[in-house]
């Protein structure tokens, strides 16, 4: 897979709870290296800012990761510049902009890139019009439906990662040359901006 594949960085977040208070405390990103998916995840210590009283046990049931975890994880300085290296030259999906967007403003700032609904971006490349490789969205979401959800964010980037190669490769598993835009489309180029009083 060439160059117009590459561009796409699957990204998913874990947080302390899904209150207005919440914050980051792990990233997965996911991306295609030829058509091999390569996954990575980091825990993130909380800022100081960040109020640990926001910490919601019943996520951790989910998710598994104890607060004691993020005490020698690496500083949120670091994961945010790692992540920014990571970035450089790409575009995020994601799984749920709505939170996603937030935890990734928390991490990193309010000048954090914007981040694409996967459902839209998935649409906008396989759809019946898919602007890469037209009519294979039906692979995309067959790919999802095959893959637990295991809220752990590298493996949820994965499954993304996955997904948007199973549209690109399609069901005889070979990779169809189709156009590779450089830009996006306005209506996924910007979301609106939430407050916190909206999460």
């Keep these: 897979m060439n160059g117009g594949w590459r561009q796409f960085l699957f990204v998913s977040f874990e947080a302390s709870s899904l209150s207005s208070e919440s914050w980051p405390i792990e990233v997965g990103i996911a991306r295609l290296y030829g058509d091999r998916v390569m996954q990575a995840s980091c825990l993130i210590r909380p800022r100081k800012a960040w109020p640990w009283d926001d910490w919601s046990f019943e996520r951790q049931r989910l998710h598994g990761i104890r607060l004691k975890a993020l005490r020698s994880a690496r500083p949120a300085a670091e994961v945010a510049d790692w992540l ?74 994965a499954r993304l990662c996955r997904a948007w190669r199973a549209g690109l490769l399609g069901d005889n598993g070979v990779l169809r040359s189709g156009n590779q835009p450089t830009e996006l489309p306005p209506s996924l180029k910007a979301a609106p901006q939430k407050t916190r009083a909206e999460i």
């Design 84 to 157: 920014e290296r990571e970035l450089v030259g790409r575009k995020l999906v994601c799984g749920n902009a709505f939170f996603d967007q937030w935890w990734l403003d928390q991490l990193v700032g309010a000048l954090s890139p914007h981040i694409l609904e996967f459902e839209q971006a998935a649409d906008w490349a396989f759809g019946a019009k898919g602007v890469l490789v037209p009519n294979r969205l039906s692979c995309v979401q067959r790919s999802l439906s095959r893959q637990a959800m295991r809220y752990r964010v590298g493996e949820d980037a």
